[in-house]
T-cell receptor, first 116, second 115 residues
Framework: AQTVTQSQPEMSVQEAETVTLSCTYD???????LFWYKQPPSRQMILVIR??????QNATENRFSVNFQKAAKSFSLKISDSQLGDTAMYFC?????????????FGTGTRLQVTL | DSGVTQTPKHLITATGQRVTLRCSPR?????VYWYQQSLDQGLQFLIQ???????AKGNILERFSAQQFPDLHSELNLSSLELGDSALYFC??????????????FGPGTRLTVL
């Protein structure tokens, strides 16, 4: 079974600064995908960024980028130029690529507060 | 707006009762997933359906059941409710049957409170 660990329950960052959220995972599979989801106070789950395990290049989406270290099974999220709207719970998630089903296994989340 | 709809938004009921949560996937999406978010268990996968057939099962209790209908909407039935079933229940949909690359689009969730 796969597990996802987020060791930072809460973090705070000032507006316009950069923050990095940590995530580690455990799997014996070689073909999988990793995701970061954002859950603002509205409770809506929003995909932030996605990384395919077979790709060495780290994914980027505007101000969001990841540092994917496959050997270390680490998948951190960097948020640059933090904005007040980035305040949310952030969940790291794993999905095994079985071809028929792709349930998400989530970490426990990191609550990020962006302050003025 | 993800395109996934869930009804009702809020549900308050008593222990021992039965409720049905409904989900309509995005247009064209054949896969539907159900997740439970509770304070003590976090976000957990319950079950997945693809084009009417069950594809994967997670930590779903025997008191819970689900189905996907020919029009692709899905229902999650929760029976003999207990206080611990209080949670936010999410439905998500995606296009292909599987493959982790397919993004799952989440609905707004149904907040279930069992008193």
């Amino acid at each position: 079974a796969q597990t996802v660990t987020q060791s930072q329950p809460e973090m705070s960052v000032q507006e316009a600064e950069t923050v990095t959220l940590s995530c580690t995972y455990d799997t014996s599979e070689s073909n999988y995908y990793l995701f970061w989801y954002k859950q603002p106070p509205s409770r809506q789950m929003i995909l932030v960024i996605r990384q395919e395990a077979y790709k060495q290049q780290n994914a980027t989406e505007n101000r969001f980028s990841v540092n994917f270290q496959k050997a270390a099974k680490s998948f951190s999220l960097k948020i640059s130029d933090s904005q007040l709207g980035d305040t949310a719970m952030y969940f790291c998630a794993f999905a095994q690529n079985t071809g028929t089903a792709s349930k998400l296994t989530f970490g426990t989340g990191t609550r990020l507060q962006v302050t003025l | 707006d993800s395109g996934v709809t869930q009804t009702p938004k809020h549900l308050i009921t008593a222990t021992g009762q039965r409720v049905t949560l409904r989900c309509s996937p995005r247009s064209g999406d054949l896969s539907v997933y159900w997740y439970q978010q509770s304070l003590d268990q976090g976000l957990q996968f319950l079950i997945q359906y693809y084009n009417g057939e069950e594809r994967a099962k997670g930590n779903i209790l025997e008191r819970f059941s689900a189905q996907q209908f020919p029009d692709l909407h899905s229902e999650l039935n929760l029976s003999s409710l207990e206080l611990g079933d209080s949670a936010l229940y999410f439905c998500a949909s995606s296009s292909p049957p599987g493959g982790g690359a397919s993004e799952q689009f989440f609905g707004p969730g149904t907040r279930l409170t069992v008193l």
